[in-house]
C-alpha cells in the first residue's frame, strides 16, 4: 500500500511557465514532507521542506503547499529552467526530517521543453 | 565535504554470489540509511541505524538481506546469495538527526545479478 503517491509519472512545461508537481499522501501519522530532485545516475538531492505545521515554504523559485485537510502537497516551480528537467521526489516522515525512514513517492519526472 | 561516499558504482554479479556494498556516510552525521530503488517500488526504506544501532530493518526484503554499521564512518548491505529480482539501484543517505534538512544521498550503488 502506497502511502505517498506521485500519480504523474512525468510532466511537460515551456521555459520559463510554473511547474507544478501534485503529492498526495494517506498517512495522517506524517508531520514533515519533502522534495527531492534526482538526476540520472546521481543520488536524490534535497530541495526544500515543510512541516505540517505551516502551509507554504518558500525558497527563490521553489514553493512548497500543504493542505492538511486534503493530505496534499505541491511544489511550485517558477519561473521554470532548463536545469530543471530532473525526476522530482516527494517524501514524508512521522518524525521530523532526520533521525527515522523517509517514505518516498514514485517520482514525477519534469521535462522543461526550451 | 565529500559527500556520502557509495562503492561500488556498478556491480554485475552471478546469481547466488554474495553481494557487498559499502558506504561511507558524512563526517558527523549520526543517521544512516540503506535504500533500494526499483522502476516497480520506487525508492523503498530497508533499514536504518542512528548512532551506528539497527532501529528498523523492516524493508529488508528477505533473511538473504543483512546490514552493518561496525563504525559512525562505514556501513555495508550484503546479499547472500543474490538473486535477479535483487538487481536495483540502492542508495545509501545519511543525516543529522533533528536537523530538518533532510538526508544526503550517496551516488549509488547499480547492481546486477545475471
Known amino acids: 500500500d502506497q502511502q505517498v503517491k506521485q500519480n504523474s509519472p512525468s510532466l511537460s512545461v515551456q521555459e520559463g511557465r510554473i511547474s507544478i508537481l501534485n503529492c498526495d499522501y494517506t498517512n495522517s501519522m506524517f508531520d514533515y514532507f519533502l522534495w527531492y530532485k534526482k538526476y540520472p545516475a546521481e543520488g536524490p538531492t534535497f530541495l526544500i521542506s515543510?512541516?505540517?505545521?505551516?502551509d507554504k515554504n518558500e525558497d527563490g523559485r521553489f514553493t512548497v503547499f500543504l493542505n492538511k485537510s486534503a493530505k496534499h502537497l505541491s511544489l511550485h516551480i517558477v519561473p521554470s529552467q532548463p536545469g530543471d528537467s530532473a525526476v522530482y521526489f516527494c517524501a514524508a516522515s512521522t518524525s521530523g526530517g532526520g533521525a527515522d525512514g523517509l517514505t518516498f513517492g514514485k517520482g514525477t519526472h519534469l521535462i522543461i521543453q526550451p | 565535504d565529500a559527500g556520502v561516499i557509495q562503492s561500488p558504482r556498478h556491480e554485475v554479479t552471478e546469481m547466488g554470489q554474495e553481494v557487498t556494498l559499502r558506504c561511507k556516510p558524512i563526517s558527523g552525521h549520526n543517521s544512516l540509511f540503506w535504500y533500494r530503488q526499483t522502476m516497480m517500488r520506487g525508492l523503498e526504506l530497508l533499514i536504518y541505524f542512528n548512532n551506528n544501532v539497527p532501529i528498523d530493518d523492516s524493508g529488508m526484503p528477505e533473511d538473504r538481506f543483512s546490514a552493518k554499521m561496525p563504525n559512525a564512518s562505514f556501513s555495508t548491505l550484503k546479499i547472500q546469495p543474490s538473486e535477479p529480482r535483487d538487481s536495483a539501484v540502492y542508495f545509501c543517505?545519511?543525516?543529522?538527526?533533528?536537523?530538518?534538512?533532510?538526508?544526503?544521498f550517496g551516488s549509488g550503488t547499480r547492481l546486477t545479478v545475471v
Open positions: 515543510i512541516s505540517s505545521i505551516k
Open positions: 543517505a545519511s543525516s543529522l538527526a533533528g536537523w530538518d534538512g533532510g538526508y544526503t
